[in-house]
């Protein structure tokens, strides 16, 4: 990837992260939508759904907003979608297994440490996109070898679940906002990725 292209697809996983954040309030999640939609052309598929997340915040109540999120992701009893690469790649549908150590394994081995204060393990899909964003822009600002890391990271943690995933956040998401972004996510993350292209 070039310089343009690292850039472009870190802000495309810096937003994409805030998405996958608890909403405290509708800004952010209105932001990281306002953030992600100048990246887009008009009529595009990805640029559709980007509008379509931003007319279901129009007047959304933020206790449904907050309550889809926590039911998607969070579970009182058991989430309808866990953002877990864990629960996905590992076969036993369980969190903290040896994904999550090879996660947070990557970090260590690029000098980022999880705060102990984090209440979610390193392998969460909005962590993962963060930590993708800081490769991409540290490669867009000339550090070596970043592009490639983030791909080998990207294809071993990220593009194997992330489709199944999305198809079932649209299909259980009881907001516009969250069905529409499940039906988004692979497509921005997955689909058009630069990450995911053969390296010669």
């Known amino acids: 990837m070039n310089r343009d292209e690292m850039t472009f697809q870190a802000l495309v996983y810096q937003q994409a992260a805030a998405l996958m954040r608890y909403p405290e309030g509708l800004r952010a999640p209105a932001g990281a939508v306002a953030g992600l939609r100048p990246l887009y052309a008009d009529g595009s598929p ?6 379509a997340m931003a007319r ?3 007047g959304a109540d933020l206790l449904d907003v907050q309550r889809d999120y926590t039911a998607l992701f969070i579970g009182a009893w058991k989430m309808l979608a866990p953002p877990y690469a864990s629960y996905h790649l590992d076969g036993a549908r369980q969190l903290g297994g040896p994904s999550t150590v090879a996660v947070e ?3 260590r081995a690029r000098g ?3 705060s102990q204060e984090r209440r979610k393990p ?3 899909l909005s962590v993962m996109l963060e930590f993708l964003f800081v490769l991409l822009r540290d490669g867009a600002g000339g ?4 592009d490639a890391q983030a791909a080998a990271f ?3 943690f990220v593009a194997p679940w992330v489709p199944a995933w999305g198809r079932s956040v649209a299909d259980q998401a009881k907001t516009g906002f969250y069905a529409a972004w499940g039906a988004l996510a692979p497509l921005i993350l997955i689909d058009d990725s630069l990450l995911d292209e053969p390296r010669l």
């Open 122 to 124: 390193g392998d969460h």
């Open 105 to 107: 394994d990557a970090y």
């Open 46 to 51: 990805e640029a559709d759904g980007l509008d």
């Open 56 to 58: 279901a915040l129009e």
């Open 143 to 146: 550090a070596d070898g970043a």
């Open 112 to 114: 980022l440490v999880l």
């Open 154 to 156: 990207f294809r071993r």
